[in-house]
């Protein structure tokens, strides 16, 4: 059974935002280059640039060219904290999940019925209309893999809401626009019989030669 994995770069987000909560970076102080935050947090520099892109979509914190990070709100990163809470509390409901699942043993029919469980959690956060989601694999010849939902505009090309990717043995739910889509992922999205077909036509169409 794959387990539920955070993205490290949003965990990372959370820990900065945490401490701009606490006052240890205060509004309008100018943080270290992604560099040296990257070294602050142990990890590697992709992963501080993500995390700080998240924060700043989220105007808790603005990169300023040539001079590092300014701190822009300590309110937003409490709303920023507040929703990360909630949302790991799927986790619970992934571990109800998990004893369903080994004593029913209906293989993919529990894990049809799981995702449903999960979608209508999420989607109480989400406040969106409840859907049963679809699954995909991309081709691995496709030319759109190793690229970021966000930079290849899935919603904007497909109409399809991804709401989580299956890599390997880690299920990552609710990705974000920074998580990239490798070759053998399973992408689970939300969206109309159209929008499954949209989807095999917008990865598969154009695969490398």
Do not use: C
């Amino acid at each position: 059974m794959p387990k539920i994995k955070e993205p490290r770069y949003h965990k990372i987000a959370q820990d900065i935002a945490e401490a701009i909560v606490n006052k240890k970076f205060e509004v309008g102080q100018k943080l270290h280059a992604r560099s040296t935050l990257a070294a602050t947090f142990g990890v590697s520099a992709e992963t501080a640039r993500k995390a700080i892109s998240v924060l700043a979509d989220l105007d808790i914190v603005k990169a300023v060219h040539g001079s590092g990070v300014e701190v822009l709100s300590r309110e937003k990163a409490v709303e920023f904290l507040a929703q990360a809470k909630e949302s790991r509390n799927l986790q619970e409901t992934h571990s109800e999940i998990k004893d369903m699942i080994a004593q029913q043993k209906q293989g993919l029919l529990a894990l049809d019925q799981s995702f449903s469980l999960l979608l209508d959690q999420t989607q109480r956060v989400s406040q969106q209309n409840p859907m049963s989601p679809f699954e995909f694999i991309p081709k691995a010849d496709s030319s759109k893999l190793n690229q970021s939902i966000g930079s290849l505009n899935v919603w904007q090309n497909t109409g399809a809401t991804i709401v989580a990717i299956l890599h390997e043995d880690d299920l990552i739910l609710s990705p974000g626009p920074y998580a990239n889509i490798l070759p053998g992922d399973t992408i689970y999205f939300i969206g109309s019989d159209k929008t499954v077909e949209a989807m095999q036509q917008f990865f598969d169409s154009s695969t490398s030669n």
